[in-house]
């Protein structure tokens, strides 16, 4: 599964945070019910949660990996570098013609990637043409929830300590596009501020990212030693692809994302078996090159 030859090259390791750290949806269908509550749009509360489960669940002409245009209030379909045509939130064909899209970037700010499910209810939040307020309010009551009963999302162990473990590397970093107040307070409730040299919060990904990884070419590493790790591919892996860096796709969700990533995994549990892997390639490689011959002699006598 695992192509060992390029992970033992790997130096560094960006982590992202929402959704590759930990996997939750089930706050999904509170955060459109905040967001609606107390709105004129409060009818549609039941509609508007429907519609996210089917997202989620694949069951919806609306897919991961589409981007939702806020001013035409379309979801636009990506193939390549081009959009080539929009839907309606009921799924049929969008009144423009598809032409009409074709030469915007997707850098556009009026366009929100759907690469999460935190993207789904931002998309839904310009449906409803909320203020700003609302979605930062819905946001920071559904976020404080997650980190205390009933609601409290599990924390794999098992991959936390793998990551621990992956010593090999020279560098493990995490970038979340959260804000450094709930972003300190995740970290805090899963107990892992400690696994990483670099930490960004509010990271402003991609373009965070793309900075950040033009500092680490800077400081003398080659692209191909640097692997990003995420579950939105338009945030934590399209600005690494592009230059030359490796990239890991985690997410339990399907994804029309037309793009091909170095690795496609969906489980938690599946990266922590990476952590593993390349803690393995790395040190093996570094023993068969006579590279570190004191581990060479340690893993002698241990065996």
Same mark, same amino acid.
């Given at each position: 599964m695992y192509n060992k030859t390029w992970l033992s090259v790997i130096k560094v390791v960006i982590f992202d945070m929402d959704g590759t750290l930990y996997q939750d949806d089930t706050y999904l269908e509170r955060y459109i019910r905040y967001l609606l509550e107390g709105t004129e749009h409060e009818g549609d509360t039941e509609a508007a949660m429907r519609l996210g489960r089917a997202i989620l669940s694949d069951c919806h002409a609306i897919r991961f990996g589409y981007f939702y245009h806020t001013r035409d209030d379309v979801s636009l379909v990506q193939e390549g570098e081009r959009f080539v045509r929009s839907l309606t939130w009921d799924g049929t064909? !969008? %009144? !423009? =013609? &598809?032409?009409d899209y074709e030469s915007l970037s997707a850098h556009e700010p009026y366009l929100i990637p759907i690469g999460d499910p935190w993207g789904i209810a931002a998309a839904l939040s310009h449906r409803y043409k909320l203020p700003e307020q609302r979605l930062r309010s819905a946001f920071e009551r559904v976020r404080g929830e997650m980190l205390l009963p009933p609601y409290g999302? &599990?924390?794999h162990d098992d991959l936390f300590r793998a990551i621990e473990e992956l010593t090999a590397v020279e560098k493990?970093?995490?970038?979340t +596009?959260?804000?450094? %107040?709930?972003g300190v307070a995740f970290v805090g409730y899963m107990g892992i501020g400690h696994l990483f040299g670099d930490v960004a919060y509010g990271a402003n990904k991609p373009a965070g990212l793309q900075s950040y990884f033009g500092s680490l070419l800077a400081q003398g590493y080659r692209p191909e030693e640097?692997?990003?790790i995420g @579950? +939105? =591919?338009? +945030? @934590?892996?399209h600005p690494v692809k592009k230059l030359g860096g490796r990239t890991c796709f985690i997410s339990p969700y399907p994804s029309? @994302? =037309? %793009?091909?990533?170095d690795l496609r995994l969906h489980r938690l549990e599946e990266l922590a078996q990476l952590m593993r892997v390349i803690q393995q390639s790395i040190t093996g490689r570094k023993i068969a090159d006579g590279e570190d011959r004191v581990e060479a002699d340690k893993q002698e006598i241990q065996g």
């Open positions: 064909a !969008g %009144e !423009g =013609p &598809a032409q999302f &599990a924390c493990k970093s995490l970038m +596009n959260t804000h450094l %107040e709930s640097i692997l990003s @579950d +939105n =591919p338009w +945030n @934590d892996l029309s @994302d =037309p %793009e091909v990533w």
